[in-house]
Antibody, heavy 121, light 107 residues
């Protein structure tokens, strides 16, 4: 049974780089059957897609964050990582990782429980 | 970017009520529309994909309809466990975008 789980620091200082890891279990991250995503939700606000990565390492990022975002695979640990640079208080949010079964009309099928990240000095 | 607008933003209902939530896309997305349920402090859960395909394990009181730009999520008879926030999301194009959510609470 596929599961995903976020981990990383809950507090990041302004201007620093936020780094979160998603550990995948029950499936290899190199499978062609899934792709992997990061989504965030600021307190009391709507969900925002950050970006996605495929088995090949191909990435797609939200243009609103593109200059600050990197997502990459760690195949040895079956994890994928999000890095968001130059953070501000506006980046405070619950961050979710999610898996998507590749199909014509796809969706975020499996979500992690989410991890709260606060940007504050 | 495709904007997703839900209505209403919130509604109050009683157990047993029929509830309808609307989602409108700023341009056509055919049937590339998904619905999620989120309870406080929990991750969203996929209920419906492709506008009308119920996910495995989701009760049949949930249904989805629509195509193009206008979509509806219906709960035929609201149950106590259905009080939650519901989001729509388009998977027609990148960036994937979500509606602002509809909170269903107790009347």
């Amino acid at each position: 049974q596929l599961q995903v789980q976020e981990s990383g620091p809950g507090l990041v200082k302004p201007s620093q780089t936020l780094s979160l890891t998603c550990t995948v279990s029950g499936e290899s991250i190199t499978t062609r059957n899934y792709y992997w995503s990061w989504i965030r939700q600021p307190p009391g606000k709507e969900l925002e897609w950050i970006g996605s990565i495929y088995f090949s390492g191909t990435t797609f990022y939200n243009s609103s964050l593109k200059s600050r975002v990197t997502i990459f695979l760690d195949t040895s640990r079956n994890q994928f990582t999000l890095k968001l640079s130059s953070v501000t208080a506006a980046d405070t949010a619950v961050f979710y990782c999610a898996s998507t079964l590749v199909r014509e009309i796809d969706a975020f099928d499996i979500w992690g429980q989410g991890t709260m990240v606060t940007v504050s000095s | 970017d495709i904007q997703m607008t839900q209505s209403p933003s919130s509604l109050s209902a009683s157990a047993g009520d029929r509830v309808t939530i609307s989602c409108r896309a700023s341009e056509t997305i055919r049937t590339y529309l998904n619905w999620y349920q989120q309870k406080p402090g929990k991750a969203p859960k996929l209920l419906i994909s492709g506008a009308s395909t119920l996910q495995s394990g989701v009760p049949k009181r949930f249904s989805g309809s629509g195509s193009g730009t206008d979509f509806t999520l219906t709960i035929s008879s609201l149950q106590p466990e259905d009080f939650a926030t519901y989001f729509c999301q388009q998977s027609f194009s990148t960036p994937r975008t979500f509606g602002q959510g509809t909170k269903v609470d107790v009347k």
